[in-house]
């Protein structure tokens, strides 16, 4: 089945406006357990066309990312940035927020387009932050700084992520990652900026409060 015609449409029925746990300033369109979009499995998204929805959700990873960038903004302030893999927009409203001059939010998935659009304008930063769906792996970004949460959690996408940051900080580029301890993160070459306990739901990581870590690329 091809997926439901309005996007922001289908975000705005289907998810509460709600501020992040880990970083309250931000308000989310996200699903949660008054929202139907939270009971549905997998077969049901497929049956009505429906990627597996990330952008529906603050993950771990990009609540620590976004808790860090917001107490630290001197590392942002004045930069271009990139999230990549955006999903919901957090990591780049943060950034936004924080004084990025303009935040590319970076998704594959159309539904995440639309959700980035709608988070943005409910955090004032509509203006600074751009979602953009193309696939930027192997591209070199105008930017001075690449946000990444969340995207060590499968082994074929993590080597093509790590190799592309690598490559990216080789000419220059900060890179940040929030992770919550993937299978995949590449800990080599990385330092541990800041670490959280994080509260997280349950039924997405199998934990009520999560412990994640701020990372940066280093040479």
Not at 109 to 119: E, K, S, V, Y
Not at 131 to 159: H, K, M, N, Q, W
Request: with cysteine; charged share 25%.
């Amino acid at each position: 089945m091809r997926p439901p015609d309005d996007p922001a449409g289908f975000i705005r029925a289907n998810t509460r406006l709600l501020p992040v746990p880990y970083a309250p300033e931000i308000r989310l369109h996200v699903a949660d357990e008054a929202t139907a979009l939270w009971q549905k499995t997998e077969d049901e998204l497929n049956a009505i066309g429906l990627p597996p929805p990330f952008w529906a959700f603050a993950w771990a990873g990009g609540q620590a990312l976004s808790r860090y960038i917001l107490d630290n903004p001197v590392l942002v302030d004045g930069t271009m940035a990139v999230d990549f893999a955006s999903g919901s927009g957090l990591v780049a409203i943060a950034a936004a927020r924080a004084g990025a001059r303009r935040v590319l939010a970076s998704d594959l998935d159309p539904f995440a387009m639309a959700a980035i659009r709608l988070n943005a304008a409910a955090n004032d930063v509509a203006g600074r932050v751009e979602p953009i769906s193309d696939d930027l792996l192997g591209t070199v970004p105008e930017a001075d700084l690449v946000l990444a949460a969340d995207v060590f959690y499968e082994r074929d996408l993590a080597a093509a992520v790590t190799d592309w940051l690598f490559g990216l900080h080789a000419r220059g580029v900060t890179v940040l990652i929030g992770d919550p301890g993937r299978t995949y993160l590449p800990r080599t070459r990385l330092t541990c900026l800041a670490s959280y306990e994080v509260p997280v739901s349950r039924d997405l990581e199998d934990a009520e409060i999560k412990r994640s870590h701020v990372w940066r690329l280093e040479t």
